[in-house]
């Protein structure tokens, strides 16, 4: 078998079957799932109105027979007329509550007791009884259901947010705005993660050969180069399926619940086309891009090492990087036209975080989005390039000095391979 | 066979390896001895391209050792390195496929060679549940299944008991006699003299010596007198050419002669009136050669 493809292979069947990839994989799914059952539980739990019994004590026989037609939920026993005979049955707890109601000429008057609880049987109780005194009054006045229904139209309120541009008044989509907005923190907190996760991966990789001491034997069969990059296709393959699982599970879940009553609402306000396009357009660039520059960048640090147990002393001068790019990115969001965010957005190792902010915001045009995605581009061949050169000479370099010495005696070493 | 010519490596101001030159034959074992830090390692790494010789010349089969014939190369570094968390077969598969062999071809080889060098653990078993002897069988298997024709071994021997130390002689008589050849370093000289055809010294990068084990020692003269005579250590002193006696047993004295000739001087005193047990006149072991080389103040 090619040399390439067996470290492909290796790297990709350990990685997918280690317990850091499956739970980077799954946790994502257990987080929305769970998050979707607490709404879902939470939402049946305000909308949908427990049944209870109570009993109306009246005069007016209709009170009883209006309430128990007007919501499912209560159930009016007719059989209980008399106070003692409902606070009886409620000691029981055969009975929920009772209405007392009566007219006092054209007002209804009533009062409840009630177990506690019932909150929003209550409120809907208060609109039925209010709606009986509505329509005696009505009735009263000569005027028809339909026109007393009428009087109870409320207006038409039509609302209209605007932003001032430039001395413009710009109308803004309020959902499409939220939708970018939350586009954006979640592509950052996914290329966040993505970055880490790859980088230690590969930092890992690194630092676990050279570690272990079986470089040597690894560098006598095959070359440093051929290592290098058996190991970054290696992970990026499990980055790949990585994205793709997730592009698997949202389409199986939109054809699962594409016509559930929530999900054509929400479809039906959102262009979900437009919100793709976007994605599809600059994010999985920068996403993509992101990703392989700290891949580069982590295999120069974890050829820094000597031991394994120093993946995270590597991993540090990364993750202060990828902390600092996150930041900017969050900051962007506030003011993405700030100078520092605007010329970090040009930074290669920090684009990735910064420019989907700018673009969610509209404040970069597609010229700059190209410029400096092909800043980023360049900048990633020449991390490449570099962290290849230093790698085949830090392989084989085990001084238990710090990372700056190492590669200080790297670089000597790449002068003497010359 | 590999032949590497004045082979020089330097780092910085530091000449590791200085005009160094050998040939192995196919089916030979040779030894690289010398000091820590005399350029063994170095050697070995120029060897496998691992670094790039400053100059001279490594020949394989007449041609240039490139990394084309990297997958006829088993090498056991002196550093051992096995992923802890690999299982023995995984391990023995990984580095088969990187020497270009498939895993039909291995796999049905590693019974086997567990059970030739008596590994105590499965092959399912991950390699950190093994004991560190059992690992580095183990990797002594990584480094001869592929059966390579050319073995480099760095220090193979350190840590092994003697039991395990013979099966590793064993192993590498058996590629030897296989054909491939071998060359290996090593601090204990009784593993150099048992198994080796040829042998190279390095002192701070140098080659000291270079020949068979049999010429070199014979260079070194037969200054070594094991005898047991009538004649005591006094008379033994009084011999010109006579460096050193001690006695080493009853009647038996190790003398130490400045050269071969003053042998001969001590044969014709001890034997005057007849017969005597021993009188063995030998070179210098390696080890005495070794220590004495090692102990010569640079020049």
């Known amino acids: 078998m090619n040399k390439l493809k067996v470290f492909i292979k290796d790297t990709f069947t350990k990685n997918v079957k280690s317990i850091g990839f499956i739970s980077m994989l799954l946790t994502p799914l257990i987080v929305i799932g769970v998050v979707v059952a607490i709404i879902y539980f939470a939402e049946s739990a305000f909308s949908g109105m427990a049944d209870i019994d109570i009993a109306v004590i009246s005069d007016d026989s209709s009170i009883g027979a209006i309430i128990q037609e007007s919501e499912e939920s209560i159930t009016v026993v007719e059989d209980i007329q008399t106070v003692e005979d409902a606070e009886a049955e409620m000691k029981t707890e055969e009975l929920d509550g009772y209405i007392v109601a009566g007219w006092e000429g054209e007002q209804l008057q009533a009062s409840m007791t009630y177990t506690g609880g019932m909150d929003t049987h209550i409120d809907v109780i208060e609109q039925i009884l209010t709606g009986i005194q509505m329509m005696t009054r009505a009735q009263a006045l000569d005027i028809s259901p339909e026109e007393a229904q009428s009087l109870n139209e409320p207006v038409v309120l039509e609302n209209h947010i605007v932003s001032i541009d430039a001395g413009e008044m710009v109308e803004e989509d309020d959902l499409a705005n939220m939708i970018a907005i939350g586009s954006a923190y979640f592509i950052n907190i996914m290329i966040m993660m993505f970055i880490m996760f790859y980088a230690t991966t590969v930092i890992e990789e690194v630092a676990g050969e050279k570690g272990t001491r079986m470089m040597e034997v690894i560098l006598s069969s095959t070359t440093a180069t051929t290592h290098f990059f058996g190991k970054l296709i290696g992970v990026f393959f499990v980055m790949l399926l990585h994205i793709s699982f997730y592009v698997l599970v949202v389409l199986g879940a939109y054809m699962y619940f594409k016509d559930h009553a929530l999900i054509t609402q929400i479809l039906s306000e959102i262009d979900i086309g437009a919100v793709l396009l976007d994605f599809l357009e600059y994010t999985w660039v920068f996403l993509i891009l992101g990703v392989l520059m700290y891949m580069f960048i982590a295999a120069f640090l974890g050829s820094l090492i000597t031991k394994t147990e120093d993946i995270n002393r590597a991993a540090t001068p990364l993750t202060m990087l990828v902390l600092l790019g996150f930041y900017i990115g969050l900051f962007a969001m506030a003011s993405p036209e700030n100078p520092i965010v605007v010329a970090s957005s040009f930074v290669p190792f920090l684009t990735p975080f910064v420019m989907p902010f700018r673009i969610a915001t509209n404040t970069v045009g597609s010229l700059q989005v190209w410029l400096s995605v092909g800043g980023s581009v360049l900048f990633t061949i020449f991390v490449a390039f570099i962290s290849l050169i230093f790698y085949r000479a830090n392989v084989l370099i085990y001084s238990d000095t710090s990372m700056m010495k190492t590669i200080k005696q790297s670089w000597a070493l790449v002068r003497s391979e010359r | ?299």
Not at chain 2, 233 to 249: F, I, S, T
């Open chain 2, 1 to 299: 066979m590999l032949e590497v010519t004045d082979l020089k490596k330097a780092f910085g101001s530091l000449q590791a390896v200085d005009d160094v030159s050998f040939k192995i034959d196919s089916g030979q074992i040779m030894g690289l001895i010398g000091q820590n830090g005399s350029g063994k390692t170095t050697t070995f790494r120029l060897i496998l391209k691992l670094l790039t010789q400053d100059d001279g010349t490594i020949r394989w089969n007449g041609k240039p050792f490139t990394k084309e014939f990297f997958n006829r190369v088993g090498y056991l570094p002196e550093e051992r390195g096995l992923n802890q968390k690999m299982t023995v077969e995984h391990q023995i598969l990984y580095f088969a496929q990187l020497r270009g062999k498939t895993k039909a071809e291995i796999d049905p080889l590693i019974d086997q060679w567990l059970e030739d060098f008596q590994v105590v653990g499965g092959r399912k078993d991950k390699i950190k549940s093994l004991s560190k002897g059992n690992q580095q069988k183990v990797q002594l298997i990584t480094t001869l299944i592929h059966e390579p024709e050319l073995i480099i071994l760095d220090e193979p021997f350190s840590g092994l008991d003697p039991v395990n130390a013979e099966l590793l002689e064993n192993g590498i008589r058996d590629a030897r006699d296989r054909g491939a050849s071998i060359i290996f370093s090593s601090h204990n000289m009784n593993n150099v003299e048992e198994l080796c055809d040829n042998m190279v010294m390095l002192k701070n990068g140098r080659q000291v010596l270079n020949g068979t084990i049999h010429d070199i020692r014979e260079s070194f003269g037969r200054t070594r007198l094991f005898l047991e005579s009538p004649l005591n250590r006094a008379e033994l002193e009084q011999v010109p050419g006579v460096l050193d006696v001690r006695e080493v047993n009853n009647g038996t004295h190790y003398v130490t002669l400045e050269n071969a000739d003053v042998g001969h001087q001590i044969f014709d005193l001890a034997t005057k009136e007849g017969y005597i047990p021993t009188f063995s006149q030998q070179p210098p072991t390696l080890e005495q050669i070794f220590k004495q080389i090692a102990g010569e103040v640079n020049e």
